[in-house]
């Protein structure tokens, strides 16, 4: 049974150039959040996909955006990088369950770092 | 707006001490209680988890939590801890129904050190 998956691992980036990062839900999952984790934090939460569409929104500006791929993937995409991105990216995967609470399963993450 | 509080940033242990770490949390509703750990170089795992009924719940490797809601606490405990439980752990919360069950809010985390 696979776990959450994230590529890449590690990425190295400049400011005010943009990045794509990469999850693939535990398997039987179809709900996708991403979470960012700065160091010396706990996570923060960005966004949620369900339904290939944005569900919920944390305190995050318009430079991080999402999307979610039919087959429940997810890609998260950071505008014109700041020093202060970053951190370690953090997807999870979980089962929406209409009359049951979601748990969420979390990926080893992506570690950027802007220069 | 939700928020979590670890208290502890940083506990030392001998191995075979029991171990308790708190957590409280703030939110207007009724609440799901996580908390995860991160061994090191691991990803954030779940440990355990509270949604309804008895309060004391019991996770994996020997840990339980229990959920005190007149103290909005959800602290996390272990009757003797081993080095293995080195790692950074964390508690989150989130609304049991509606759009506030959609995110999870994490405290700071709690980094256990257990000495052999």
């Known amino acids: 049974d696979a776990g959450v998956t994230q590529s890449p691992t590690h990425l190295i980036k400049t400011r005010g150039q943009q990045v794509t990062l990469r999850c693939s839900p535990k398997?039987?999952?179809?709900?996708v959040s991403w979470y960012q984790q700065a160091l010396g934090q706990g996570p923060q939460f960005i966004f949620q996909?369900?339904?290939?569409?944005?569900?919920q929104r944390g305190n995050f500006p318009d430079r991080f955006s999402g999307h979610q791929f039919p087959n429940y993937s997810s890609e998260l995409n950071v505008n014109a990088l700041l020093l202060g991105d970053s951190a370690l990216y953090l997807c999870?995967?979980?089962?929406?369950?209409?009359?049951?609470?979601?748990?969420?399963?979390f990926g080893p993450g992506t570690r950027l770092l802007v220069l | 707006a939700q928020s979590v509080s670890q208290h502890n940033h940083h506990v030392i242990l001998s191995e075979a001490a029991s171990l308790e770490l708190g957590c409280n949390y703030s939110?207007?509703?009724?609440?799901?209680l996580f908390w995860y750990v991160q061994y090191p170089g691991q990803h954030l795992q779940l440990l355990l988890k509270?949604?309804?009924?008895?309060?004391l719940v019991k996770g994996i490797k020997g840990f339980e939590a229990e959920f005190i809601k007149s103290k909005f606490s959800f602290n996390l405990r272990k009757p003797s801890v081993q080095w293995s439980d080195t790692a950074e752990y964390f508690c989150?919360?989130?609304?049991?129904?509606?759009?506030?069950?959609?995110?999870?809010?994490f405290g700071k985390g709690t980094k256990l050190s257990v000495i052999p």
């Open positions: 939110y207007g509703g009724t609440v799901n």
């Open positions: 996909y369900y339904e290939e569409e944005e569900r």
């Open positions: 999870a995967s979980s089962l929406l369950k209409r009359t049951a609470r979601e748990t969420q399963y």
């Open positions: 509270y949604f309804s009924g008895d309060p």
């Open positions: 398997s039987g999952h179809d709900t």
């Open positions: 989150a919360v989130n609304g049991a129904s509606g759009a506030g069950s959609y995110q999870l809010t």
